[in-house]
């Protein structure tokens, strides 16, 4: 079956601009997770949706950082007035349920560069 | 949750068993190992995880000390596919994050 699907898969905008990314989680998960990866270093958590609720949103750097999942699938990760330090890549997970032992399902990522 | 210890590097020969050690001497007794690898530019990869028993599936196995304060992960028969970076991490039942360290990077060898 299809697995965690992310658009766009490269994005290069200049510095202030906005940006959103987008996550399609496996048909049937409820938890979903983002994640920002920078070069060299293991992946660090941003926020953790059961459902449409943000559970756990304590990873998000600032303010400018948000993310929404209105219907309980698809997720969009938005980050405003971008920052040359906002360049990562931008990583989305799901599992069939957050509370659960099962394990997080990973796409590709969004490789985000901020000019 | 529990920190892990993992060697930053490890070299294995094509065909030939890849044993990847992992510590977690403060792990608690609602908390599970995971393992996941990652080749370059792409996303992790599940690859197994336990509690306190040993498990197998398609592509590796997994083994939890008695104690739980150390795991081995098993790739029986190395290919140079393999080569990634495994990440070995310990996530309560009811934890949403996953915390990666810094992995190990094996590299298979023809």
């Known amino acids: 079956g299809a697995g965690v699907s992310q658009t766009p898969s490269n994005k290069v905008t200049e510095k202030g601009k906005y940006v959103e990314l987008r996550c399609d989680p496996i048909?049937?998960?409820?938890?979903l997770y983002w994640y920002r990866q920078s070069l060299g270093q293991g992946p660090e958590f941003l926020i953790y949706?059961?459902?449409?609720?943000?559970?756990?949103d304590s990873g998000l750097p600032n303010d400018r950082f948000f993310a929404v999942r209105p219907e309980g699938s698809v997720s969009t990760l938005k980050i405003q007035r971008t920052e040359r330090g906002d360049s990562a890549v931008y990583l989305c997970?799901?599992?069939?349920?957050?509370?659960?032992?099962?394990?997080?399902?990973f796409g590709d990522g969004t490789r985000l560069s901020i000019l | 949750d529990a920190k892990t210890t993992q060697p930053p590097s490890m070299d294995c020969a094509e065909g030939r068993a890849a044993n990847l050690p992992c510590n977690h001497s403060?792990?608690?007794?609602?908390?599970?190992v995971y393992w996941y690898r990652q080749i370059h530019s792409q996303g992790p990869q599940y690859i197994i995880h336990g509690l306190k028993n040993n498990e197998t599936n398609e592509m590796a196995s997994l083994i939890i000390t008695e104690d739980r304060k150390s795991s081995t992960l098993i790739l029986p028969h190395a290919t140079l596919r393999d080569t990634a970076v495994y990440y070995c991490i310990v996530r309560e039942t009811s934890g949403s994050r996953l915390t990666f360290g810094e992995g190990t990077q094996l590299t298979v060898n023809p």
């Open positions: 048909s049937g998960h409820t938890a």
């Open positions: 949706f059961q459902g449409t609720g943000a559970a756990d």
């Open positions: 997970a799901s599992s069939q349920d957050g509370r659960s032992n099962q394990p997080q399902h």
């Open positions: 403060t792990i608690s007794g609602n908390e599970y």
